[in-house]
């Protein structure tokens, strides 16, 4: 009886805590430990912070931060409370990798920059296309982004897309008055959609486009899934989605190379501008590259704006003093025009509009986090950054440090007068991969911001609905408003 007593009292006191010290310690044991060792007497180390348990790292403690307190921020504040300020970079294990996250403007512009040390690397990119803008590097990445940019961001381009665009819009609003409630999230998808559909394909609003939304939708799931490929997961169900994209794509690019005796410069769309880039020496994408990067683009392009035009309604929902100077502005732009749309001209003379887009964007934190593998051991001010982790630039916090900006949780389209001090406003990230559509983002956005505030009130059906953030941020219900002609 007493010998079997102390092995109990053993497991409890000393087995059982020691397993328990060993898990809690393993990731800094098997990451950071060795890498001391190898620092130590260089003057460099690894920055502070701690790895977590194995396999999950600090999932954990950021799904706490995240899904269940509610408080995203805290996760960088607790450790800037118990590792110290330094200079914002921490070791951590996130996502099932060992990471450093950069917090700070300075080191996540380095880490924009530095396209030979810090390396996007998209996950599942079977999913986005091997051959795809953002799956590419060096000069095949140079190559096709001229292009995009040239085709979806440039001010011809920009041109074009708000004459396409406002028809889609108005029409999407118009419905809106015809329901009791609206769930903004839902119909900001919707006309999104519609939109990318004429700009990318000339895909007319109807069957088609809603059997291609469906499949996009199923797509975009499996980037958030385990890449484990067999019937039943998510990640399979994503790459049958592609593949029926990939069929309806190639179907319409075969059918515009078979088209001869048109002329090809009118209502060009983004699908017939990929189809005839040529690089320096005359040559042009193959099939595979159209279709991939046509893919990619909707992937990039779809989501994040419906997203950032949903917070937009919410943010003028909570702020009716911002509403109410905002319809003043396009009111007035109004009164000098006969017809209903604006162009891309007069958008860029609505300085308020554009400073509500862009505070829009930057509490909207869409794209909260981004991440770079690091190809070549770095350092920071005394900090090695090790080669093969990664490095994740946590631009959500950039935009919500009261150190960057003043009063940040406000929505205050104002402090744009002013602008954001450097690499403090990565909504659209940095350096050579800086978001490919973001002047069409803003425009989008923009168009959709003159035609509701010239028109239409809307009220939150839940003004206090809480704010969810994983996969990303948005309130609760989804924006459920009451929309009505003013
Ligand atoms: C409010 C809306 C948007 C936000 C917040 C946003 C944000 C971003 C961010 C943060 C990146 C950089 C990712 C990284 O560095 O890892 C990015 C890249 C990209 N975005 Fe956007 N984006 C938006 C809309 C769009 C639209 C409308 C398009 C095009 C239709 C687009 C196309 C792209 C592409 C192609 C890239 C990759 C660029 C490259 O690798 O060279 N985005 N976006």
Redesign the pocket.
Known sequence: METSMGVWMTWVVGVVPMLVLLLWCWNELWYAVPLKFRYSGTGTRLPPGYMGIPILGETLTFLWYFKVLRRPDEFINSKRRKYGDGVGLYRTHLFGSPSVIACFPLISKIV?QSDDTFV?QWPAVDLVGRTS??AVHGKA?DRV?RF?IKA?NGPDALRRIADHVQPCIVAALQSWEQKTTVKISSEAKKVTFEN?GKLFVSFEPGPRLESLEKLFQGLTKGFRAHPFNFPGTAYHHASQCRKKLEDIFRIELEKRKNRTGIDQTMNIDLMDGLMQIEDDMGKRLSDQEVLDNIV???V??YT??A??STWALYFLAKNPNVLEKLREENMGICKNKKENFITSEDVSQLKYTNKVVEET?RM?N??GI???LVIKEAEYKGYKIPKDWKVIVW?RYLHTNPENFNDPMCFNPDRWNEPASPGTY?????G???????M??RL??ALLLHHLSIGYKWELVNPDAEIIYLPHPMPLDGVEVKFSQI
């Open positions: 924009y996007l803008l953002v990445h982004r995009v979806i990318i990619s683009l909707v990039a392009g994040s704006t997203m950032a964007i909207a869409i794209a981004t991440f770079r631009n990565q909504a659209f990230g940095g050579s991969r800086i978001c490919a559509g973001n069409l983002a989008q956005i």
